[in-house]
């Protein structure tokens, strides 16, 4: 191992201290000193690192830091709760462009690398600039830069060309053993087009699923550089958020009931499903009305949506919360897995809002408190509450895991119209005979409920 | 050099290591959690700076400095939206 004793020892103190943050963030409580052990470890790392051996550029190096570091936390200061999911795919591609960086540099250096070091170069260079440019698309359509999905013909076959492309770039730079600046290029122009070109046809529901599975790669890629670095400490960093991301991925896609094959090789609406009609009429309720049920019952389940974020609500629906809490109310809160944008990104908007954590329960905790619930108000959520996920086999969403609102005594539904929701497919919840919609915003409509729980 | 097999121990026990950190999350958790692995590959900092240390033409410093930029603004970045998320989770009792 190159580096002497103190950076060694010093990267190694910082893998553990990797681990350990992480297990802290397994829990609520420890969480937060989960973040800040996982801090230290990087600053130590990276202020050893000035010591490494035979470095010239430090000018560079510092101004390189200070760019970054100061445009990053500028930015992740001042971005709203609302918009994490897209920051997050960000920082992301970011750290995969930084793989493909080193990547490159080492595959232009001068000196003549063995073959599986060539090998490992090649793999991190094209997983992290796959990541990049994935990760930026997916940051501009969270971002609403792009708003739909782009497809063409022969798509998935325009992808294996441009695969087949790269890897023969990567076996000629492997035959040389470095590469010279042309099929360099070449083959980090291919590796970015096919991340652009992944990504675009994938919808906005299925995005976070990209985002988790791009986070997977890019540590793939930095373990994947740690090695041609022979660097220990992103070996380990790089392979265990490499695990942890697949196994992340791999649970949002089961509780978005969508696996990875067909997020990825094709778009959600294409085979146009629409499921059994739903039969019934919708029934409307006051605001006032729904306030004197919501005031006199024993148990309120509420079910936030992204609906609920983007009204931004949530203060008002904590608000509400605490009216109904000091009138002896049991309120509890409803999440499902994909509430939000991302997974957990519905706990994250509560908590902004005060909401503690206790009161707040997954599908699986609360799916059988539905039965004797007095009400359950669904509040910008859609397709998780549907109950045609459980009985209708020929819905697009048939199997998907849902919150079983129809089984309270009564649903009440805040939703601005009668739209469809983010997979367009009716609700058969919102016809049900003791289901009542509620129209409006949601923030007007908390405030005219605490109105009218405040005047009982 | 960490090679062959040892390397591969590494890679593996790192690999397990990471799946049994991550299986005992709860779902409540799982943005902070996407954003706080997300930070942990900052590490991708350190072999940054020491590619561009050892850049000897100017591409090289180009491309190297680049990656300083984006490692660095993957980490800062990273920590900086993990800390504030995790911030804000408080139960009941911490809350009055």
Do not use: C
């Amino acid at each position: 191992m190159t580096g002497g004793f103190v950076i060694q020892a010093s990267y190694f103190v910082a893998a553990v201290l990797f681990i350990i943050g992480l297990k802290r963030m397994s829990s609520p409580v420890t969480a937060r000193g989960g973040i800040i052990w996982a801090g230290a470890g990087m600053v130590l790392a990276t202020v050893v690192t000035f010591a490494w051996p035979g470095m010239e550029n430090y000018l560079l190096m510092i101004a390189a830091i200070g760019v970054g570091g100061v445009l990053a936390w500028w930015s992740g200061k001042r971005v709203a709760m609302t918009d994490m999911p897209q920051m997050i795919a960000l920082y992301n591609g970011m750290g995969g462009g930084a793989a493909a960086a080193i990547a490159a540099v080492e595959l232009l250096g001068g000196e003549t690398h063995g073959f599986v070091v060539t090998l490992l170069a090649l793999l991190g260079a094209l997983i992290g600039a796959v990541s990049f440019s994935g990760s930026l698309i997916a940051f501009a359509k969270l971002q609403g830069w792009m708003k739909k999905p782009i497809r063409f013909a022969a798509q998935n076959k325009t992808n294996a060309i441009l695969l087949a492309a790269t890897i023969l770039a990567g076996i000629v730079i492997l035959i040389q053993g470095h590469g010279g600046p042309t099929i360099v290029a070449v083959f980090f122009v291919l590796a970015l087009a096919i991340g652009i070109l992944v990504t675009v046809p994938i919808g906005g529901a299925d995005m976070p699923v990209v985002i988790s599975l791009y986070n997977a790669l890019t540590g793939l890629a930095v373990a994947f550089e740690g090695f041609v670095l022979d660097n220990a400490a992103m070996i380990i960093a790089g392979t265990v958020v490499g695990s942890a991301g697949t196994l992340l991925t791999q649970l949002m896609a089961k509780a978005m009931n969508r696996s990875m094959t067909s997020v990825l090789f094709s778009g959600f609406g294409d085979a146009a499903v629409e499921g059994t009609e739903v039969e019934g009429t919708m029934k409307p309720i006051e605001a006032s009305d729904a306030g004197v049920m919501m005031a006199f019952a024993r148990k309120v389940i509420i079910i936030p949506g992204y609906g609920m974020a983007v009204a931004q609500a949530q203060h008002k629906i904590w608000e509400l919360t605490q009216l109904l809490q000091e009138r002896g109310v049991k309120v509890t809160f409803a999440i499902h897995p994909v509430a939000g944008r991302m997974p957990g990104h519905m706990n994250v908007l509560l908590a902004e809002a005060g909401v503690p954590y206790d009161i707040i329960y997954d599908l699986d905790e609360i799916n059988q408190e539905f039965d004797n619930a007095d009400v359950a108000l669904v509040i910008g959520a859609n397709d998780v509450v549907n109950p045609a996920a459980r009985t209708d086999t020929s819905s697009p969403i048939y199997g998907m895991p849902i919150l079983n609102a129809d089984k309270a005594d009564n649903v009440i539904i805040v939703k601005r119209g009668q739209g469809k929701g983010f997979s367009g497919i009716e609700n058969a919840l919102f016809f049900l005979d003791n289901s009542r919609m509620l129209y409006g915003d949601g923030q007007a409509v908390a405030s005219e409920l605490i109105h009218s729980i405040k005047e009982l | 050099m960490i090679t062959g097999f040892i390397a591969l121990y590494i890679f593996m026990l790192a690999a397990f290591t990471g799946y049994e950190v991550i299986s005992k999350v709860p779902v409540i958790l799982h943005t902070p959690l996407m954003s706080g692995s997300n930070f942990v590959h900052g590490i991708v900092l350190v072999g940054a700076m020491v590619a561009l240390g050892h850049a000897d033409t100017s591409v090289e410093r180009v491309v190297g400095f680049l990656g300083v930029v984006l490692a660095a603004g993957n980490a800062v970045g990273g920590y900086v939206v993990t800390e504030r998320m995790l911030e804000m989770f408080k139960s009941s009792g911490e809350r009055r």
